[in-house]
């Protein structure tokens, strides 16, 4: 393909995602295709011959359009959003363009430079003191698995990496009873063990660690032989937005001298706007600290923001340099790829000063505060009617219901039925043993007639005969 075509195509590509997005309202949310009727369209075996562009196009919009479930869609209410502003996407768009690889300095100085910055236009945005500094990760998963790793090789001295974990003291890492699975899933790959996850009872209407139970479960720890190594609490978990008494962990965490990591992955964005920073107070007692832009605040999906407050710890655990990776005459860089544990990066700074530059803060902290609004007004307005029950209170734009006295087998065909609609989008969780339906609002374009949209759907589905 000449850059001329490239060029032609360009902009039809970016003429589609106009029209794309401004009739995305009268797609079905959740794809509506049953397995297979993607695969079966796509040939056995790759051709021998090229295709010209305006024929895959044509294929694109045929074949994969039906199975796409529409993550931009203003009334996708289920797990958490996963945005794109249009800022970020041209970033991203010019990103791809160039298509540099950032994993150190000198591999493009822009890249590394403007990553410094924007996390600290974030860690500023977030209230945090100066005394963090941050790196972008692909996914708040590797941001929890490198804490993790520091926690392990920090309370072995190191010993980890270099002689293995047999024969080691056996570690033990505590949370709470709601953290996201990404939490266990580091425990296994980092060689700690899911039996060494304590994870301690939650209370109280946020759900957060009983702090006597995490004491308790340290204690007898110790008393074991056991060592423990860190503590992983969360803010704004993903089932109903648990979050944890963070000064009371932090204390504990101070007094066993455990490395501390914060979960803040989806509520973090909301810490933006000074009148929900009630709900992580102590955060700035943490080691570690992940949120995931590319999840409420806009940032195109992948950017995880990761603060720590001592990077060496996290270097010493994860820098390997062997002399094709040396930056001579220039030793006092920061070399990002030390920071996380895939050595390939991409350049993930440009969409946040796109982002941040032409919505400014104001202009993201609106949109967060409209959400949460209309998602609490929309809560209110189905507590009013007789048929059904909030089960948890919202936390942010986050809470759960069912219709009363509804079976889980029943709510379950609930949720089905609406999504089978397509109107909205909703996803399940458990609550205290039971089925709930989860309703949470976050998408960067959403407006209040969409949660008039998803209160008449809700209702007029529940009560078919
Ligand atoms: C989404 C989410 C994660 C996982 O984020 P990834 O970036 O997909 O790894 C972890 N924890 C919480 C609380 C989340 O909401």
């Known amino acids: 393909m000449s850059w001329d075509d490239f060029a032609k195509h360009a902009k039809e590509a970016a003429n589609w995602g106009a029209d794309y997005h401004k009739t995305i309202r009268d797609r079905p949310v959740r794809a509506q295709t049953a397995q297979g009727d993607i695969a079966k369209q796509l040939a056995d075996s790759p051709p021998e011959d090229g295709t010209n562009l305006t024929a895959i196009m044509a294929d694109f919009e045929r074949i994969v359009m039906p199975g796409i479930t529409h993550w931009q869609h203003p009334r996708f209410f289920a797990y958490f959003n996963s945005n794109a502003a249009p800022a970020s996407v041209l970033a991203e768009f010019l990103v791809s363009i160039i298509a540099p690889q950032c994993m150190l300095w000198q591999t493009s100085p822009a890249a590394t430079e403007m990553e410094t910055r924007m996390m600290d236009w974030l860690r500023q945005g977030l209230g945090l003191p100066g005394t963090y500094q941050g790196v972008i990760q692909d996914s708040a998963s590797s941001a929890t698995l490198a804490a993790v790793l520091t926690m392990r090789e920090r309370v072995l001295e190191f010993r980890g990496n270099i002689e293995g974990l047999h024969g080691q003291p056996q570690l033990r890492i505590y949370c709470s009873d709601q953290v996201h699975s990404s939490i266990d899933r580091a425990i296994w790959v980092a060689g700690i063990g899911q039996d060494n996850l304590v994870k301690v009872r939650t ?22 032989g056991r060592i423990p190594a860190g503590v992983i609490a969360a803010t704004g978990a993903t089932g109903m937005g648990a979050c944890d008494d963070l000064e009371s962990v932090a204390a504990v965490a101070e007094e066993h ?209």
């Open 203 to 224: 209370t109280g209407d946020l759900r957060h660690m009983d702090p006597i139970d995490l004491e308790a479960a340290i204690a007898e720890d110790r008393q074991a």
């Open 257 to 465: 001298g455990l490395y501390s990591h914060l979960d803040a992955a989806w509520a973090g964005t909301a810490m933006i706007c000074p009148e929900f920073r009630a709900l992580w107070t102590g955060a700035d007692r943490f080691d570690s600290i992940v949120f995931n832009p590319h999840k409420w605040l806009g940032a195109q999906f992948d950017c995880a923001a990761h603060f720590l407050r001592d990077p060496d710890q996290l270097r010493q655990t994860l820098a390997i340099r062997p002399e094709y990776l040396k930056t001579h005459g220039a030793e006092d860089v920061i070399d990002y790829s030390e920071w996380s544990i895939p050595l390939g990066r991409r350049f993930r700074a440009l969409k946040l000063w796109f982002l941040m530059r032409h919505y400014g803060m104001e202009g993201l902290r609106t949109r967060i505060r409209n959400h949460v609004t209309w998602s609490q007004a929309l809560c209110d307005r189905l507590r009013a009617e007789d048929d059904f029950e909030i089960v948890t209170e919202p936390i942010l734009s986050l809470w759960t219901f069912k219709a009363k006295n509804a079976s889980d087998e029943q709510t379950q065909a609930l949720v089905d039925k609406i999504n089978d609609d397509g109107r909205i989008y909703l996803t399940q969780t458990i609550v205290d043993g039971r089925k709930v339906i989860r309703f949470q609002a976050g998408q960067f374009d959403c407006e209040e007639r969409d949660f008039d949209t998803a209160f008449e759907t809700i209702t007029e589905i529940a009560r078919r005969p």
